[in-house]
């Protein structure tokens, strides 16, 4: 389970999919209080910050719709409270862009 902290346009297909799917299952624990990835330190960092969360759903949207792909699963925006600024990393963004090097895809880093 991860989110990246790259700006959209930077990832892959797979990536950029793959992480819209995770922030939504993300979403879920943390709203619905599902057991799954609870204590996943992903989805730790993000407790307390879904403002920032629905911000990075919505930009990965956008990136989505540019790219031609039809987004129907829109987030609850009353259910985005606490901060808007996500500032804790599970791995810095520069550490995240040497794992995605290392990945071998398309994203553009």
């Known amino acids: 389970m991860r989110i990246w902290d790259i700006p959209p346009k930077k990832l ?23 057991k799954g990835y609870s204590l996943h330190p ?3 960092r993000w407790k307390g910050k879904l403002k920032a969360l629905y911000s990075r759903h919505e930009e990965l949207v956008s990136e ?4 031609g792909y039809s987004h129907q699963s829109p987030l609850d925006k009353r259910k985005a409270t606490g901060n808007s600024k996500q500032d804790t990393f599970v791995d810095s963004p520069s550490r ?13 880093i």
């Open 12 to 34: 892959c297909r797979n990536h950029l999919l793959g992480e819209h799917r995770e922030l939504h299952a993300m979403w879920a624990v943390i709203t619905e209080g599902k």
């Open 42 to 44: 992903e989805t730790v």
């Open 64 to 67: 989505m719709t540019r790219r």
């Open 96 to 108: 995240q862009i040497q794992i995605l090097k290392k990945k071998g895809c398309d994203c553009k």
